[in-house]
């Protein structure tokens, strides 16, 4: 079994009751399948509550059936109030942001794999692994309630600017118990993502296998570590915001409110409170949580893209030291999030510089990878096509980006649809495709059986094209001035753009449909899927050295050692063009042009 | 280029030293720094912002509070020097450092009591609404580098599991909390 | 699979630019002194990130349509250059346009933020309120009087919550639903918001400004075009966000002098 050199871990037993195998359970395999589908519940009603958004904004006094049975207030009859249209894009960003870019590709695929393709047992702390997906969890309860109480949901954005998310009630419905409900769901969550960065870092550093170096480590997991890195000192000022919004809430203190408000006609108790400060936390927290979202499927598309293109990347250095610069610089931007919000104008220049800046990392990466593609010997399954579709859809949404740092042109397009193209391409689109390619690609390694490829290419296809057909439009419309949030599009100079408004719903309806492909694919594979082989992408990393699914311990028994990086592709290998981290055979030739 | 002979690194560490406690507690000690750096941002920002700041007279028995907590470093520094032979001694220092820290928490309460008797609740100005906030959230830490005490002794009643690290980590948390109170002392002292 | 996707990027590519280069959807004219600075801005920044998002397509399309898998035992191999090239190549650009950007784009943010109004510039003072602005002029003393939240009244359209009779300053102020103004002739904005943040967009004029309780910020400009233009709020201030609305009119000289007039009897 383990010899003395074998790095020490918890030794826990495989647990025998169904409680302790699934559902409180300290294996980060379950652990992360438990995160993976919360996230999936999480997206599928985000998507759910877009199309109503969408629908609603095109066909703002039709009735949708059923929905008055939502919410009595919300949707008298069926048809949605402005503040309820309000409450639903509070929800959809909340889940979106929180419950599934950082629940996902982070502390789902993370959590199962980060383990694994270090060499190790689980997790280095396994009863804090399971502590942090239940109060995850208890943080998504505690959200969704805000549905089924009277007042509903805030009405304030996932980004709660006070003071309409301080003042309670007088602001707005849904800012009483919602806005709470809400406080105290993201408070939650920032305990549950602290505890989950604790493990990550720690496993990283300490309990990798004999042999496995950290410029072994597989990229994925240079992006799980560099992500946890980044997360737990942003969650770090997230919690303390919360904290204090809450006491303004319910304490009568005034951390973020002035005095003199006058709101509903009621002159507010309180006074001396800034609301930029609250701008200064959230955004504090909110640049580098954009950054946690998106590493981690830059490193997931890294992993794929080389077993898809049977050679390594140019290099994989830049690729992970792009990805710590980007992590240096995300705290540096936040500002840019603030060019308009009456901060000194000389910070909007200062903020504006790191911003410009943090362009030189993601373009070295994309540039990498395109320039990776030269020469490979591409195989087009699934999670390659995902992986290559994220590059397109990356590129299109840096490129806006590029926009919206240079304050004078925020002053156009800042509060505007441009702004919610730009971080639906990253976001919406970009995260999400890093996901699927890796639900895909591991997706055998998870379940010991293959997804159906012919569905999941009708999947991508859908997908892809529709997604431009979405959020391309989305930056036409900002361009026109078009303001964000608005529930429904009175304006005359509005009038025009609603035909273009129309053809993004039904390019939504469209591709939101194409996900029940998924779906169904992820369901019907799970039970009856073709048995998966231990490796049958051909890919080098440590999960694949193993069976499908793993066992309790990841590797039976056996005392894992790592002889290669995780690179080794288009060489002359035992077994193919390939040649696996744990393989004992000697190393190859280098790639022409290493 | 990789080659076949293994790379030495901390991958091949002895058993011993490869335990992640420490590296668990300070990734811990980072994020709480975090946290009440911006505490303290906030509360430069809001001493800015309005005009209703109201000086605070802190309560003495802040300073003594202190001075039981720093001597429960101290405790904890000799339990962690006595022999692994010797168990039962390190346990009874433990149990001091942790008695110490249930003083320290009974003075943050008293002290509390001590401003309520003032008539400065929460909100009644920035100064006192800051005051508690950063007391409270120190004394929750405090209370769980008690509870890892309840940990570590616990681990002492079985000598064949006891491991130094587990006491490392304990003690580096709990001086880091040591160090924390003293900075919180000193901003507490000159801003409010 | 690899033709397929490339024909998909190119189609994606040319789609996407195309009502960019025809300007189907597009900023409304300027009407401000300001603004060109800021167009010239957008141009030059959307030739640069279209030239990117163009090329990136259509070389990922090339190299996919080229590299795939053809199953004859060839071996993979690297770019000539490498990595080194990429690096190289990938901050010389984006150096070079971040560079160039951040430099001349300050110009247009200073002209905005940095400067400060002319001595002559008409002060205006506009509130933000749910669900509404509301505009106030200084009258014939040039003066703004002091305003009491207390006695805010919308009932009796007291939005400032002015006190005539205790305060002179206040009995000439005049309050408008409308921001009117005279071309060619700087206006000095002082934003202060009720209840909750709002925003202030005019997008003929290039400007947009939040409104942050408890702080009252300047705004400057100067209209060169009469008609008649949207305000609209861009801060998510409520339920009413969406129909918080108010009229820009740019007048004639003589026209906004007359105006005046009238809203003083």
Known sequence: MLDASAPVVHQHAPPTSFIRKWVFSVDHKVIGKQYYGLALISVFLGMILSWLMRFHLVWTNAAIPGLQLISKNGAPGGVMTPEYYLSLLTMHGTLMV???????????????????????????????????????????????????????????????????????????????????????????????????????????????????????????????????????????????????????RVAGTSFFIPAGLVISDHLQPHAGGSPLLWQHLFWFFGHPEVYIAIVPAVGIVSHILMASMRKPLLSVKVVYSSMIAIGFLSYMVWGHHMFLSGMNPFSGLVFSFPTLVITIPATIITMIWIGSVYGANLRFHTPCLFSLGFISVFVAGGVSGFFLAQPSLDIQLHGTYFVVGHFHMVMGVAAIFGILAGSYFWFPKMTGRMMNDTLGRLHFWITFIGVYCIFMPFHYLGLAGNVRRYSSFVDDYLQPLLPLHKFITIAAFITGAAQFIFLYNLIYSRFKGAPAPANPWDATSLEWSTTSPPPFDNF????????????????SGAHGDFIMQDSSEPGPEPVPGD | MSTIALQTDRGVRPAAQNAPALSGIWVAIAAITMAFAAFTSSLII????????????????????????????????????????????????????????????????????????????????????????????HALHVLGGLAGFVYAIRRTLSPSSWRTTTLDAAATYWHFLAGLWVYLLLVLRMRL | MGKLLAVVLVLIAVGSAIPILMHTWWMPEDISTHGHMIDRQMSETMAESGIAFVAAQLVLAAFVAMFGDKKDGRKAKHLPGGAKLVVIAAIALVGTEVLALGVFGKDAWAEVYFRKPVADAIPIQVQAEQFGFYFR???????????HPEKIDEGSQNFFGLDPEYDVESRDDIVSASLVIPMNKEISLMMHAKDVGHSFYVRELRIQQDFVPGLDIPMHFTATKAGKYEIVCTQLCGLGHYNMRAFLEVKSPEEFDQWLKQQSQ
């Open chain 1, 98 to 248: 929180f419950f599934v870019l950082t629940n996902a590709p982070f502390a789902g695929f993370g959590n199962y794999f980060l383990p694994i393709q270090v060499g190790a047992e689980d997790m280095a702390f396994p009863r804090f692994n399971m502590m942090s997906f239940w109060v995850t969890f208890v943080a998504f309860v505690v959200l969704i309630a805000a549905f089924f109480i009277p007042d509903g949901p805030p009405i304030s954005g996932w980004t709660a600017y006070a003071p309409l998310s301080a003042v309670g009630r007088d602001a707005g419905p849904g800012l009483a118990w919602g806005q709470t409900l809400w406080a105290i769901s993201i408070g939650l969550f920032c305990v549950g993502q602290l505890l989950g960065s604790l493990n990550f870092i720690a496993t990283t550093l300490d309990l990798r296998t004999k042999g496995m170096t950290l410029s072994r480590l597989p990229i994925s997991t240079w992006a799980w570590f560099i992500t946890s890195c980044i997360g737990l000192l942003a969650f770090a000022v997230l919690l303390p915001a919360c904290v204090l919004l809450i006491l303004d």
């Open chain 3, 137 to 147: 002029y200084a009258g014939p003393d040039g003066k703004f009087g002091p305003m």
């Open chain 2, 46 to 137: 809001r001493q800015g912002s309005g005009d209703d700041w109201r000086h605070l007279a802190l309560p003495g028995v802040l300073y003594l509070n202190t001075v039981v907590l720093l001597a429960s470093s101290l405790t904890l520094e000799i339990a962690r020097r006595k022999d692994a032979a010797n168990l039962a001694s390190t346990r009874s220092w433990l149990y001091l450092t942790f008695a110490l820290g249930i003083l320290f928490l009974a003075g943050q309460i008293l002290a509390w009591y001590q401003l309520r008797g003032q008539g400065l609740y929460l909100a009644t100005s920035p100064n006192s609404s800051f005051f508690y906030v950063f007391t409270v959230m």
């Open chain 1, 556 to 571: 039976g028994g056996r005392h894992v050692v790592v002889y290669h990086g995780p690179n080794e592709y288009g060489v």
